[in-house]
């Protein structure tokens, strides 16, 4: 167990629908990034969160959104879902700024959409 | 800009050592690292390197960094059967950017080993 905790693991949904992905960072960590996992593009930086504010933003297309509440987990938002949003989404945490620890991963949620 | 590339693919054999490559474009990176992804699984990170150090060596993994040619290799030596995954070499921006500490990650080299 990694500490950081990613609910669900498994998301089966339809074309057109929305999806919320949830994260909860470490104890103690106060960034949050996000990332999506597919086979044709690896790992594509999302966006990141430091305590609640956002800091840093990847190739998110508009239709997906995320925030990070007072307690520090966050939340992914995709809406009108369409077949090649189907991937796997990793949260990942580390204490801010000076990430030279890295980060620590959750175990993702596969996302497939029908 | 930003882009870090890696070979798609490895294979070895068991007890010989494995060498994974990687380039970066940007030489302001700080930090440098490696992590792995084992199936089904996150990213663990295995080890990462300063940019003002040449080589890190922890247990069986050994990283050598050549700044001027911007780049980067894991050595695994007496590869194990048990270290077959993906492998990630990844950047951070952490100076090019003051709020943001966010890495950049090549594209993944599988490993495969064989008995």
């Known amino acids: 167990d990694s500490g950081v905790t990613q609910t669900p693991k498994h998301l089966i949904t339809a074309t057109g629908q929305r999806v919320t992905l949830r994260c909860s960072p470490r104890?103690?960590?106060?960034?949050v990034y996000w990332y999506q996992q597919s086979l044709d593009q690896g790992l594509q930086f999302l966006i990141q969160?430091?305590?609640?504010?956002?800091?840093a933003k990847g190739n998110i297309l508009e239709r997906f959104s995320a925030q990070q509440f007072p307690d520090l987990h966050s939340e992914l938002n995709l809406s009108s879902l369409e077949l090649g949003d189907s991937a796997l989404y990793f949260c990942?945490?580390?204490?801010?700024?000076?990430?030279?620890?890295?980060?620590?991963f959750g175990s993702g949620t596969r996302l497939t959409v029908v | 800009g930003e882009d870090v590339e890696q070979s798609l693919f490895l294979s070895v054999r068991e007890g010989d050592s494995s060498v994974i490559n990687c380039t970066y474009t940007d030489s302001s990176s700080t930090y440098l690292y490696w992590y792995k992804q084992e199936p089904g699984a996150g990213l663990q990170l295995l080890t990462y390197i300063f940019s003002n150090m040449d080589m890190k060596q922890d247990q069986r993994l050994t990283v050598l960094l050549n700044k001027k040619d911007k780049h980067l290799s894991l050595r695994i030596a007496d590869t194990q059967t048990g270290d077959s995954a993906i492998y990630f070499c990844a950047e951070s921006d952490a100076l090019r950017s003051y709020n943001t500490d966010k890495l950049i990650f090549g594209t993944g080299t599988r490993l495969q080993v064989f008995p």
């Open positions: 104890s103690g960590d106060l960034s």
């Open positions: 990942a945490s580390s204490g801010g700024r000076g990430a030279y620890n890295g980060y620590t």
């Open positions: 969160y430091y305590n609640g504010e956002e800091r």
